[in-house]
């Protein structure tokens, strides 16, 4: 709708016809999209970069959720306080990492947790979301949270279900399953459910062998809710990931002990020749083969460097860890209708699996992941509405990690917003030129500090860390008819309150409030 949108001390004072107001700064956003600021919540960001966050910021990003994929250190006031004192220039904050806490207690080895150990990682969990944690997040797919078996993983993460929060996990996809992405999916909507968690599938994507298959996997999650377990996604709008380079495609035994176990079993001949066996088959089954692996830090195509040490794929990435610390892959993996069929999905946010850098040499996502939805989804494709992108970008990822007071543009919400103008936003990073800024994000406002003017940073630094706290539950976005009855006492009498508001309006429909005095005794 056409409003305008009055900010004061940090927050939306007032939306609506302000004419006769005044300000001290007044933006003039005719034509273009006033909306409440992006929330990445899987957020990779770089402690060094958050102090200007360019690359985010210039996306529309106001707020980052780290510590995904299970990692992080595990006291997150500390970390937050640590990466706050130069400013932060987007709002921040984190979760409690799955993987984190079991490398703490049990280590980098593929053995059963014993009952004390498990005591002691439920405890760390609670205190995680004591401290403020946005959830529970897990790296299954990734070591050492590969190690734990499922019920361990239950058993662990069920102590929050008391914070009513949620767990998010990068789907663990292994040889034992043909390297089934939607048994991976399975696994992580089990964990939730079984533990009394909101499931995250995060960076959801249908990999390898089975694209095509989305329908069937986001009908489970339909399902799911449908039975009253509510079940979300995220997703980034790209068809390759990043992540290590070894990671993902050196099996998991190979791995077990850390990097100066695994060099142990590439000298050993035999263990050398079976991980081949067992890489290629990986590759092959996740990426497509050797051609579905690109190295950034090079800028090269894996075949290409095939071509110049003269070895198999597999034998080519054993070398190149070798050589020093694992140097990242960019990793094809699926169908351009699988992805879109998960962005139409009501119950997946936009997250990036990005976050503030000033690297690059990364993927694209990094710089373009937000504009690319707008501009090629929305505008050129028409999967989307603006209105569904808005609202994927900001309340729906709010609502699932049970923010409260930011992803709307309402009276009393934090003043984080975007100005974008809708025929201009779109990306322009590439795989090969990957740091190329968008276009088309006018403005930001961070906690009703300017922080992007005309595309350019203002180095404001105005945002805040970040912390849930007990009366924050993860949850689903009403997007219908919502209502609300309240019964109760106060000073010896009866109080009735019955709320109701439509679908698209902005004010109350009806509401009727009763009082009457208690019979005195």
């Known amino acids: 709708r056409s409003a305008d949108v009055g900010v004061r001390s940090g927050f939306i004072a007032a939306v609506g016809d302000l004419d006769e107001a005044t300000a001290r700064l007044s933006i003039d956003a005719t034509g273009l999209y006033v909306t409440p600021g992006f929330i990445n919540i899987h957020s990779h960001a770089s402690p060094n970069a958050l102090d200007t966050a360019v690359n985010m910021l210039a996306q529309g990003v106001t707020t980052e959720i780290i510590n995904a994929d299970g990692g992080g250190p595990i006291d997150l006031p500390a970390q937050l306080e640590s990466v706050s004192r130069p400013g932060l220039a987007v709002n921040l904050g984190g979760y409690i990492g799955f993987n984190a806490i079991w490398q703490q207690v049990v280590g980098a080895v593929d053995r059963r947790a014993t009952p004390d150990e498990i005591a002691r990682m439920r405890g760390l969990v609670k205190a995680g979301l004591d401290q403020g944690a946005w959830g529970v997040s897990a790296g299954l797919d990734y070591k050492p949270g590969y190690y734990a078996q499922t019920e361990e993983v239950v058993r662990v993460v069920e102590a929050g279900r008391p914070a009513r929060t949620n767990f998010t996990n990068h789907d663990r996809i292994t040889p034992e399953s043909n390297f089934s992405s939607k048994t991976g999916m399975d696994e992580t909507m089990a964990i939730g459910q079984r533990a009394g968690l909101l499931p995250v599938i995060t960076h959801m994507k249908v990999q390898g062998r089975e694209q095509g298959t989305a329908a069937q996997v986001l009908g489970a999650m339909a399902a799911s809710t449908a039975r009253g377990r509510y079940t979300a996604a995220d997703a980034y709008p790209y068809l390759a990931g990043q992540s290590g380079l070894g990671s993902l495609i050196i099996p998991g035994w190979a791995q077990e002990g850390g990097r100066a176990e695994m060099l142990k079993r590439f000298a050993d001949p035999a263990m050398r020749a079976r991980i081949v066996t067992e890489a290629e088959e990986a590759m092959a089954a996740r990426f497509g083969g050797p051609q579905g692996v690109y190295l950034p830090r090079s800028q090269q195509e894996l075949t290409a460097v095939m071509k110049e040490m003269n070895a198999g794929a597999a034998e080519t990435i054993i070398r190149l860890l070798e050589r020093g610390n694992d140097p990242g892959a960019i990793l094809r993996f699926g169908s351009e209708d699988d992805l879109v069929k998960i962005l139409r999905n009501p119950t997946t946010s936009m997250a990036c699996d990005c976050g503030a850098t000033l690297d690059t040499r990364v993927h694209p996502r990094f710089y373009g992941?937000?504009?690319?939805?707008?501009?090629?989804?929305?505008?050129?494709?028409?999967?989307?509405?603006?209105?569904?992108?808005?609202?994927?970008?900001?309340?729906?990822?709010?609502?699932?990690?049970?923010?409260?007071?930011?992803?709307?543009?309402?009276?009393?919400?934090?003043?984080?917003?975007?100005?974008?103008?809708?025929?201009?936003?779109?990306?322009?990073?590439?795989?090969?030129?990957?740091?190329?800024?968008?276009?088309?994000?006018?403005?930001?406002?961070?906690?009703?500090?300017?922080?992007?003017?005309?595309?350019?940073?203002?180095?404001?630094?105005?945002?805040?860390?970040?912390?849930?706290?007990?009366?924050?539950?993860?949850?689903?976005?009403?997007?219908?008819?919502?209502?609300?009855?309240?019964?109760?006492?106060?000073?010896?009498?009866?109080?009735?309150?019955?709320?109701?508001?439509?679908?698209?309006?902005?004010?109350?429909?009806?509401?009727?409030?009763?009082?009457?005095?208690?019979?005195?005794?």
């Open 369 to 521: 992941s937000y504009p690319r939805v707008f501009g090629r989804y929305v505008r050129e494709q028409k999967v989307l509405t603006w209105e569904q992108a808005v609202r994927q970008s900001t309340w729906l990822p709010a609502s699932t990690i049970g923010m409260v007071d930011r992803g709307l543009l309402a009276v009393g919400m934090a003043a984080d917003l975007a100005v974008i103008d809708p025929e201009a936003i779109i990306d322009k990073a590439t795989y090969d030129n990957p740091s190329a800024p968008p276009t088309g994000v006018r403005f930001v406002v961070v906690n009703g500090r300017v922080a992007l003017e005309d595309g350019a940073p203002t180095n404001a630094r105005s945002g805040k860390a970040l912390y849930r706290t007990v009366n924050m539950p993860s949850r689903p976005v009403s997007d219908g008819a919502r209502a609300l009855s309240v019964t109760g006492t106060a000073s010896q009498r009866r109080i009735a309150i019955a709320l109701t508001q439509d679908r698209k309006s902005t004010r109350l429909n009806s509401s009727h409030v009763s009082e009457s005095r208690m019979p005195s005794s």
